[in-house]
């Protein structure tokens, strides 16, 4: 072999020698199947952690309330500081235009302020009213004007629900002027009734009333405001067509014995006295919460605080 041969066989085993050595140190892993295959790296030691403090969430931004045409404002309501109340109207109920609502509590409030924050009174279509307090056990809530005809009107309060409707705007209005009481629903004229109203001494009061019970039929008795059924002014009256106008108790009633009177003078203890026929009448068409004004006596305001006086206050 000549010197040339030799030098390349000698070059070349050297390179096969140095290619096992390499492949003997990189014996670990291989990259992949069939792959050459790479040393395993030392495992760094573990840093001490790090413990971040716990923020907290950040607030969230206020949103506006939007008052949008058409759609109502949704009312911002509180804890209650009562437990579940009655509320009048009930759910269900129809009632007249003039109706306030009623919710008693089952002990006196301290805080008049939270307990109406708790209170949630909502209608269809929206309408402004007002809270006011007959004591601290009975809160009421009335429109600023009467109730437009068919609102729907729901109440929340602590617990307690109650949904109902305000029907036809049906209102009567008693004139001692022309002594005659006129009915109107919806605006317009449906009845007209001559009337006497309460004589000297016990004259009728002006105001707005609101219509409570109506009985089929009762007996008057003046020993229930103080007055003796033997005394000179006392009394004690069957009656029927009975219409309570208010707590005091002022009705619209039947009472043919001042027939003749009806339409002329004053000759009543202070109800509103009306034929058989119209007592009847007033009876089937004018209901729970329906408006009675009475104008022009001599006999002052009917009281705020009368219980059906509410738009008197």
């Not at 390179?15 to 040393?39: D, H, K, N, R």
């Not at 708790?118 to 269809?124: M, R, S």
């Not at 009847?280 to 919460?289: D, L, P």
Request: glycine letters at 10%; charged letters at 15%.
């Amino acid at each position: 072999m000549s010197k040339f041969r030799r030098r390349i066989a000698v070059l070349c085993a050297g390179i096969l020698t140095s290619g096992s050595v390499l492949v003997g140190q990189a014996a670990a892993a291989p990259l992949f199947p069939g792959g050459p295959e790479i040393p395993e790296l030392p495992q760094l030691p573990e840093l001490p952690g790090l413990v971040l403090p716990e923020l907290p969430p950040p607030p969230l931004p206020e949103i506006p309330q939007l008052n949008l045409p058409g759609v109502p404002a949704q009312p911002q309501v509180g804890p209650a500081n009562f437990s579940a109340p009655s509320i009048s109207p009930a759910s269900g109920e129809v009632v007249g235009v003039a109706q306030p609502i009623a919710i008693r509590f089952s002990a006196p409030i301290d805080d008049r302020g939270v307990a109406e924050r708790a209170i949630e009174v909502t209608t269809t279509p929206k309408v402004d009213g007002s809270f006011y307090w007959i004591n601290n056990s009975q809160v009421r809530w009335k429109p600023h004007e009467f109730w437009p005809a068919h609102t729907q009107v729901t109440v929340n309060a602590g617990g307690s629900h109650s949904s109902f409707t305000i029907g036809e705007a049906v209102v009567a209005v008693a004139d001692n002027n022309t002594k005659q009481i006129t009915v109107t629903r919806n605006g317009v004229v449906v009845k007209t009734m001559p009337t006497s109203f309460g004589k000297p001494g016990y004259d009728t009061p002006n105001g707005t009333y609101i219509v409570g019970e109506q009985r089929r039929d009762m007996y008057m008795d003046s020993s229930t405001y103080g007055v003796p059924v033997d005394a000179p002014e006392g009394y004690r009256t069957y009656v029927e067509y009975a219409t309570r106008i208010s707590y005091s108790g002022i009705f619209v009633h039947a009472a043919p014995w001042s027939l003749a009177d009806q339409g002329h003078r004053n000759v009543s203890h202070g109800c509103l006295n009306v034929s058989t026929e119209d007592g009847r009448w007033f009876f089937e068409n004018v209901g729970r919460g329906d408006a009675v004004i009475v104008q022009n006596t001599a006999g002052g305001v009917l009281s705020g605080s009368d219980g059906l006086g509410d738009w008197n206050r």
